[in-house]
């Protein structure tokens, strides 16, 4: 198999999360499209670790993933206390900034 | 190289020390200004101290010069004995020596020095200058004593003796000067307080209108003299930097100059014309006679002091002082008929005239005066400088004293007015004393023997006649007579017949009647072109600017306190009397100084002005004129007189006058005098001078006695019957309408479209320039407002600003806030800059 | 561009077609969750490039690595996920205004990036072929974690604690 594969799938991935982060109001689906973003980068990790033989990747990989368990937990407590201020986690309303 | 080695001439203390004569009452004027109204006499103890110490410093000076003519040459006082009867009166040297010059002894101090010029200020003090010297502060001092008692009360007391003491410092040092700077700042003075002290009263408009004519007249004449000076100055100069080490300025060197026969004469003409015109305008000639007069709306201690006797001198004095000057460039020395004796003699006969038509007593004495000075101006064009000096010296004393009694009667008889027809007359018996004086002094003007006036005035006429100039001999002759007949009818007028006005007391009744009486004089008293329509008016003559009411309301000005109020004419107090008595007494003897007709009789010796007075006519050589030294009192010349033939006396018997002043001295030698000539007197010629004056008094006094006093019916009201006696009548009453001439005419001729012009060019030139300036700024203000500070300026600052403000508008989109246009700018500038990575690399 | 040939000849063409497979679902998948007018669809489908991930995990040789993933991702931050939506009110069934206003400026940000991504892939490892291994040992990884990536690791259980806190101290509703 090809590494360009892998490679090329996790930029899609990327790519897509790149558009929901742009293009999505509601803050959850941010943080989805962030978690799309992050497994991208997972999966280049593994790619690589399976092209270089070494198991780094698969070690890092790992860390991604527990840091993105981590960031989810904190980013969603953020947007429940958000949703509770503001009742709304449309992040275009939520903008206080003038511009 | 000379035969007789003469000694050195003596100096003195007091000849060196001259410069104090004027330099006390100067210091006196200025403590009258500072301390002199808390003085217990307010002031005139200094003047009269300064006065009287000048007089002492004068004496000692003029015995001193004395001493000096004297101890010139060993043959000196052989020289002075010789009679001579056949030759003429100078005294001749012996064995072909001439006289030795005496030189003046100069003082003097450098207070400028610019390249190669060096001005000067002191004294240099020779024969005429002593002789003034003297007399101005003895004057100075009589006129003090008197009006310590006259101008008592008045309102500006201090100031009065603070002008009159500036005065005199101010004549001193015109007398002393020994350069032309010097000289004008003499002259400049005297005319400054000449229009202070006209103009005394300056309440009164007639009074300061009166002082400013007098000074506006004189500076016309003045031009003349800035003119000439400097014209002199030019011609000089280079000789005077060559040969005698001096400058153009110096009188000596000028005198030198002129005679040396090296000066170009268009210099010396034109110089002596323009000096002549300077001597016209402050001593009162024709045709700038006119202020004079008007002159006695000042008191009358200025008229005595200065506008008979001493400042109106000082033009003679003038043409005396830079005599060769004139001798050269009038020339004098031909025998040609000179613009000063023309003039003289005008003023002679227009002055004597205008004098019989005034009702004012100070205004025929004024008129008398510019007619005397005529007769001095006459001596001078005509080569008679020493009797014209000499008269110089003999006037002074009796006009005077003339002014001086008129002061008295008008203070202590007229209540302070001046006209002989309304308040005056019949005086004699109350006032002894000064109908005395008055007489003393009037013989002496008329020049009757023995008084003063015979010597001089006499002399005068004589050396013009014999000097060839027939015609100017019998115009002296007749205004000898015409000054006899105005006399006359102002002696008439005032001390004889029935007493009239004031002098019949009739004046003390109420003082508002003598306001009333002021008011219409001082009315009538405006200036001449506006009461000239009331040429009819023969009642408050047009001619008479209200005689003197404005001198009698100046008087009323403080508490009098003099005791003349209500008892009627009385004789003045002593402090009037005494310098009347003193004067009077000079104007009888005062002729004893130089009576030349005597000289034949008891020597030449008796002729003191000629001896001590007159300059030599001798050539000194320059290698002896040295310049003074700062502050030193230095001989000139050390009076070795040359030997050469030219030295001597040009005679008549060669036929060709030759010597100073006709020849040019020998090279190495300067003359500072020229030889002039001296009229032998004869019995003929004084009897025929003699004979017109009596001639004249008997005229007029009997016409007086018949027309003022019996009022014969032929002669009164002869000017209305008669035209052409009337037409002359007006004629002189509006004095030959010379102030119309020259206040409406020439002045608004000249001065109206002058002023005209200089107001168009000031309101549509200058002001318009400036108009025009400010427009143009407000214009250039506002353009460069609109344009440049708000657009370009403005435009810059709000341009930062907007661009700021539009660049942070601009920008702001960027701080939306909103996460996903954060993301889109972060991942995209991040895609760009991988993309500029990879193409950077791969390139 | 032989190197898009998911066929190629020496290699299997099993892996590269279960590969294939599950690349064309992920896509999909992604793309729903990045278009969905549902928040709980966008949320399901997440899962299903959840679970395709994991997939791809186990073809690469790292099955640990899978089912972590499946483990705490699906298991947990899904779950995580469903109730932040469900506490968020998100509405039941089609919501409108799901997009931003400016949601066009993704595409054109996407696709660049994608292109840049891509050129730089293939041009680096465009023929690079993965080898061949087998599953990988679990006891490997834990080497690595327990001496090299020991440090690392005590940090991670420090973050978990302080990201647990964290949280619950920010959800707090006193």
């Given at each position: 198999?090809l590494?360009?594969?892998?490679?090329?799938?996790a930029a899609?991935?990327?790519?897509?999360g790149?558009?929901?982060?742009i293009a999505?109001?509601?803050?959850?689906m941010v943080l989805?499209s962030?978690e799309l973003i992050l497994n991208?980068?997972?999966?280049?990790?593994i790619?690589f670790?399976?092209?270089t033989?070494?198991?780094?990747?698969?070690?890092f990989a790992?860390?991604?993933?527990a840091?993105?368990?981590?960031?989810?937990?904190?980013?969603?407590?953020m947007?429940?206390?958000i949703?509770r201020?503001r009742?709304?986690?449309?992040l275009?309303?939520?903008?206080?900034?003038k511009g | 190289?000379?035969?007789?080695?003469?000694?050195?001439?003596s100096?003195?203390?007091f000849?060196?020390?001259?410069w104090l004569?004027a330099?006390?009452?100067g210091?006196?004027f200025?403590l009258i200004i500072?301390?002199?109204k808390?003085?217990p006499?307010?002031?005139?103890?200094?003047?009269?101290?300064?006065?009287?110490?000048?007089?002492?410093?004068?004496?000692g000076?003029a015995?001193?010069w004395?001493?000096r003519?004297?101890?010139?040459?060993e043959?000196?006082?052989?020289?002075?004995?010789?009679?001579?009867?056949?030759?003429r009166?100078?005294p001749?040297a012996?064995?072909?020596?001439?006289e030795?010059?005496?030189e003046?002894?100069?003082?003097?101090?450098?207070?400028?020095?610019?390249a190669n010029?060096?001005?000067g200020?002191g004294s240099?003090?020779?024969g005429?200058?002593?002789?003034l010297?003297w007399?101005v502060a003895f004057?100075?001092?009589?006129?003090q004593i008197?009006?310590?008692d006259?101008v008592?009360g008045?309102?500006?007391?201090t100031?009065?003796?603070?002008?009159?003491?500036?005065?005199s410092a101010?004549?001193?040092?015109?007398l002393m000067a020994e350069n032309?700077?010097?000289l004008i700042?003499?002259w400049?003075?005297m005319?400054?307080c000449?229009?202070l002290?006209?103009?005394?009263?300056?309440?009164?408009e007639?009074?300061s209108?009166?002082?400013?004519?007098a000074f506006?007249t004189?500076r016309v004449g003045d031009?003349?003299?800035l003119v000439?000076?400097?014209?002199?100055?030019?011609g000089?100069n280079a000789?005077?930097?060559d040969?005698?080490?001096?400058?153009?300025?110096?009188?000596?060197?000028i005198?030198?100059?002129?005679?040396s026969?090296?000066?170009?004469?268009?210099?010396?003409l034109?110089?002596?014309?323009?000096?002549?015109i300077?001597a016209?305008?402050?001593s009162g000639q024709?045709?700038?006679?006119t202020?004079?007069?008007?002159?006695?709306?000042?008191?009358t201690?200025?008229?005595?002091l200065?506008?008979?006797?001493?400042?109106v001198v000082?033009g003679?004095f003038?043409?005396?002082?830079?005599?060769?000057v004139f001798?050269?460039?009038f020339?004098?020395?031909?025998?040609?008929?000179?613009?000063?004796?023309?003039i003289?003699?005008i003023?002679?006969i227009?002055?004597a005239l205008?004098?019989?038509?005034?009702?004012?007593?100070?205004?025929?004495?004024?008129?008398?005066?510019?007619?005397q000075?005529?007769y001095?101006?006459?001596?001078?064009g005509?080569g008679?400088?020493?009797?014209?000096?000499?008269?110089?010296?003999t006037?002074?004393?009796f006009?005077?004293?003339l002014?001086?009694?008129?002061?008295?009667?008008?203070?202590s008889?007229s209540?302070h007015?001046?006209d002989?027809?309304?308040d005056?007359g019949g005086l004699r018996?109350k006032?002894?004393?000064?109908?005395?004086?008055w007489?003393?002094s009037t013989?002496?003007?008329t020049?009757?023997f023995?008084?003063?006036g015979?010597?001089s005035k006499?002399e005068?006429i004589?050396n013009?006649g014999?000097n060839g100039?027939?015609?100017l001999?019998?115009v002296?002759?007749?205004?000898?007579?015409?000054?006899a007949m105005y006399m006359t009818?102002?002696t008439?007028l005032?001390?004889f017949g029935?007493?009239?006005?004031a002098?019949a007391?009739?004046?003390h009744e109420d003082?508002?009647h003598?306001e009333?009486h002021e008011?219409?004089h001082?009315?009538?008293?405006?200036?001449?072109?506006r009461?000239?329509?009331s040429?009819?008016?023969?009642g408050h003559?047009?001619g008479d600017?209200g005689?003197?009411?404005?001198?009698s309301?100046g008087?009323h000005?403080?508490?009098?306190?003099s005791d003349?109020h209500?008892?009627?004419?009385?004789?003045?107090?002593?402090?009037?009397?005494i310098?009347?008595?003193?004067?009077?007494?000079f104007?009888?003897?005062?002729?004893l100084a130089n009576p030349?007709p005597?000289?034949?009789r008891?020597?030449?010796?008796i002729?003191?002005?000629?001896?001590?007075?007159?300059?030599?006519a001798t050539?000194?050589p320059?290698?002896?004129?040295?310049?003074a030294?700062?502050?030193?009192s230095i001989?000139i010349?050390?009076?070795?007189?040359?030997t050469?033939?030219?030295?001597?006396e040009?005679?008549?018997?060669g036929?060709?006058k030759?010597?100073?002043g006709f020849t040019?001295?020998?090279p190495g030698?300067?003359?500072f005098?020229?030889?002039?000539?001296?009229a032998?007197?004869k019995?003929t010629k004084i009897?025929?001078?003699?004979g017109v004056?009596a001639?004249?008094y008997a005229?007029a006094?009997?016409?007086n006695?018949?027309?003022y006093?019996?009022?014969?019916k032929?002669l009164v009201?002869?000017?209305?019957?008669?035209?052409?006696m009337r037409?002359?009548?007006l004629?002189l009453k509006n004095?030959?309408?010379?102030?119309?001439?020259?206040e409406?005419?020439?002045?608004?001729a000249?001065a109206?479209?002058i002023?005209k012009a200089t107001?168009?060019f000031n309101?549509?030139?200058?002001?318009?320039a400036?108009?025009?300036?400010?427009?143009g700024?407000?214009?250039?203000?506002?353009w460069?407002?609109d344009n440049?500070?708000?657009?370009?300026?403005?435009g810059a600052?709000?341009?930062s600003g907007?661009?700021?403000?539009e660049s942070?508008?601009?920008?702001?989109?960027?701080?939306s806030?909103?996460v996903?246009q954060y993301?889109?700018?972060?991942?995209?500038?991040?895609?760009v800059g991988a993309?500029?990575?990879?193409l950077?690399?791969?390139s | 561009m032989?190197?898009?040939?998911l066929?190629a000849?020496?290699i299997?063409?099993?892996?590269?077609?279960?590969?294939?497979?599950?690349?064309?679902l992920?896509?999909f998948?992604a793309?729903?969750v990045?278009?969905?007018?549902n928040v709980?669809?966008?949320?399901?489908w997440?899962v299903v490039v959840?679970?395709?991930?994991a997939a791809?995990?186990?073809?690469?040789?790292?099955e640990?690595?899978?089912?972590?993933?499946?483990l705490v991702y699906?298991?947990?931050?899904?779950?995580l996920?469903?109730?932040?939506i469900?506490?968020?009110?998100?509405?039941?069934g089609?919501?409108?205004g799901l997009n931003?206003?400016g949601w066009?400026?993704g595409?054109?940000?996407?696709?660049?990036l994608?292109g840049l991504?891509a050129?730089?892939?293939i041009?680096?490892?465009g023929?690079?072929?993965?080898?061949?291994?087998?599953p990988?040992p679990t006891?490997?990884?834990s080497d690595q974690f327990?001496s090299i990536?020991i440090i690392p690791f005590?940090?991670l259980?420090?973050v978990?604690?302080?990201?647990?806190?964290?949280a619950i101290?920010?959800a707090?509703?006193?």
């Open positions: 198999m590494a360009v594969n892998f490679l090329l799938l899609a991935l990327f790519c897509i790149v558009y929901g982060v999505r109001r509601n803050a959850v989805m962030i991208a980068v997972n999966l280049n990790l790619a670790a399976l092209m033989g070494a198991v780094d990747g698969q070690v790992l860390y991604v993933i840091i993105a368990a981590a960031e989810v937990g904190v980013g969603l407590a947007v429940l206390m949703y201020n009742k709304s986690i449309a275009d309303e939520l903008s206080e900034m | 190289m000379l035969a007789a080695e003469a000694a050195e001439l100096s003195g203390w000849l060196e020390n001259a004569i330099l006390i009452p210091i006196g200025a500072g301390f002199g808390h003085l006499m307010k002031g005139s103890e200094i003047g009269l101290l300064s006065m009287f110490a000048s007089l002492v410093l004068a004496t000076a015995i001193q004395v001493q003519t004297n101890s010139a040459g043959g000196g006082e052989e020289a002075f004995g010789i009679i001579n009867s056949i030759t009166s100078i001749r012996t064995e072909g020596e001439a030795p010059f005496i003046p002894v100069v003082t003097s101090w450098v207070w400028w020095s610019n010029l060096e001005f200020i240099s003090v020779n005429l200058a002593v002789l010297l007399l004057i100075s001092f009589f006129v008197f009006s310590l006259y008592r008045d309102r500006r007391y100031h009065f003796f603070a002008s009159i003491t500036l005065f101010g004549m001193l040092v015109m032309m700077v010097q700042l003499g400049e003075i005319g400054l000449s229009f002290l006209i103009g005394h009263w300056w309440e009164e007639a009074n209108r009166a002082g400013l004519k506006l004189v031009v003349g003299l000439g000076t400097a014209i002199l100055f030019f000089a000789w005077a930097v040969n005698l080490d001096s400058n153009g300025f110096n009188i000596g060197a005198q030198a100059w002129a005679l026969g090296e000066a170009n004469t268009q210099f010396l034109w110089g002596a014309v323009a000096l002549f300077a016209i305008g402050k024709f045709p700038l006679h202020w004079l007069p008007d002159a006695m709306a000042g008191p201690p200025v008229s005595s200065l506008h008979s006797s001493t400042m000082a003679v003038l043409v005396a002082q830079v005599y060769p001798w050269q460039g020339n004098i020395d031909g025998g040609g008929l000179s613009m000063i004796a023309i003289g003699g003023t002679i227009i002055a205008l004098a019989f038509v005034q009702d004012d007593i100070k205004k025929v004495l004024a008129y008398s005066t510019v007619s000075l005529g001095m101006m006459l001596g001078l005509t008679a400088w020493l009797p014209a000096v000499f008269h110089i010296f006037h002074a004393f006009k005077c004293c002014f001086l009694c008129a002061g008295s009667i008008s203070h008889a209540h007015s001046f002989m027809k309304k005056m018996k006032m002894p004393i000064t109908f005395a004086a007489i003393v013989l002496a003007l020049g009757v023995p008084f003063a015979f010597w006499d005068i004589d013009v014999s100039y027939d015609f001999l019998w002296g002759l007749g205004g000898a007579a015409l000054t009818r102002a008439y005032t001390f029935e007493p009239r006005g002098s007391g009739e004046y003082d508002e003598a009333e008011m219409e001082i009315s009538v008293g405006a200036p001449e072109p009461s000239l329509s040429a009819a008016n023969t003559g047009v600017e005689s003197a009411g404005d001198e309301h008087g000005g403080a508490d009098d306190g003349h209500d008892d009627g004419p009385h004789e003045s107090g002593p402090l009037l009397l310098p009347i008595v003193v004067l009077a007494f104007a009888l003897f005062a002729g030349t005597l000289a034949s008891f020597g030449e010796g002729e003191s002005m000629k001896k001590y007075v007159e300059p030599r050539p000194v320059f290698e002896e004129v040295i310049a030294g700062p502050g030193e001989t010349i050390d009076g070795r007189p040359s050469t033939p030219s030295a001597e040009g005679g008549e018997e036929g060709e030759s010597g100073c040019a001295p020998e030698t300067a003359c005098f020229p030889a002039v000539s001296h032998e007197p019995f009897l025929l001078s003699l004056v001639a004249a005229v006094i009997a016409f006695v018949s027309y006093g019996r009022r014969n032929h009201g002869l000017t209305d019957r008669s035209k052409v037409g002359g009548f004629f004095k030959y309408y010379l102030d119309y001439l020259y409406n005419v020439i002045v608004r000249i109206h479209p002023s107001y168009w309101q549509h030139v200058l002001d318009a400036v108009n025009d300036v400010g427009i700024a407000r214009k250039t203000g506002e460069v407002y440049i500070d708000q657009k370009v300026v403005d600052v709000d341009g907007r661009i700021a403000s942070g508008r601009g920008l702001q989109p960027t701080q806030g909103k996903s993301g889109a700018l972060l991942f995209g500038a991040a895609a993309i500029v990575l990879v950077v690399n791969v | 032989n190197a898009l040939i066929a000849d020496d299997s063409v099993a892996q590269n077609v279960g590969f294939g497979i599950i690349a064309a992920m896509i998948a793309l729903s990045v278009s969905s007018k709980v669809h966008a949320a399901l997440l959840l679970a395709g991930v791809q995990y186990i073809l690469a040789a790292a640990f690595v899978a089912v972590s993933q499946v699906i298991g947990a931050v899904m779950v996920f469903l109730f932040g469900m506490l968020t009110r998100a509405q039941i089609k919501e409108p931003n206003t066009a400026l595409i054109p940000v996407a696709v660049v994608f991504l050129w730089v892939i041009d680096q490892f023929d690079d072929v993965l080898p061949d291994r087998g990988t006891v490997l990884l327990l990536y005590f940090a259980a420090f978990l604690l302080a990201a647990a806190i964290g101290v920010l707090r509703k006193d």
